[in-house]
């Protein structure tokens, strides 16, 4: 059986839709997920918060870690900000409820 869905994601699965809410921290010094802030997930990005630099590597680790390419990883809320809402369409794998396990065994 399956993992629920953590509150930070939502699975449609009869759109074959994934709804992330996430926190981003741009100019870290490695790309990856770094646990829950608030109600969303916190995701590390190397890349700098300049010319939608930040946003593009967002698309593509998400891309990456969900089996999709990038042109299924749609930015809707966020494009300015720290706080962001991604859909992913028709996804391959789910990492999202092994970050949530990961990030529950944190202390």
Do not use: C
């Amino acid at each position: 059986m399956a993992a629920p869905d953590p509150a930070w994601a939502r699975y449609d699965g009869a759109a074959d839709v994934l709804t992330l809410r996430v926190h981003v921290q741009p100019g870290a010094s490695r790309t990856g997920p770094a646990g829950i802030h608030g109600d969303r997930l916190k995701i590390r990005l190397a890349a700098p918060p300049v010319e939608g630099k930040a946003n593009a590597a967002l698309r593509l680790f998400i891309a990456d870690a969900f089996a999709v390419p990038q042109r299924s990883v749609e930015l809707t809320a966020g494009e300015l900000s720290r706080q962001k809402t991604l859909r992913v369409s028709a996804p391959k794998l789910r990492p999202d409820r092994e970050w949530a396990q990961d990030s529950a065994k944190a202390p």
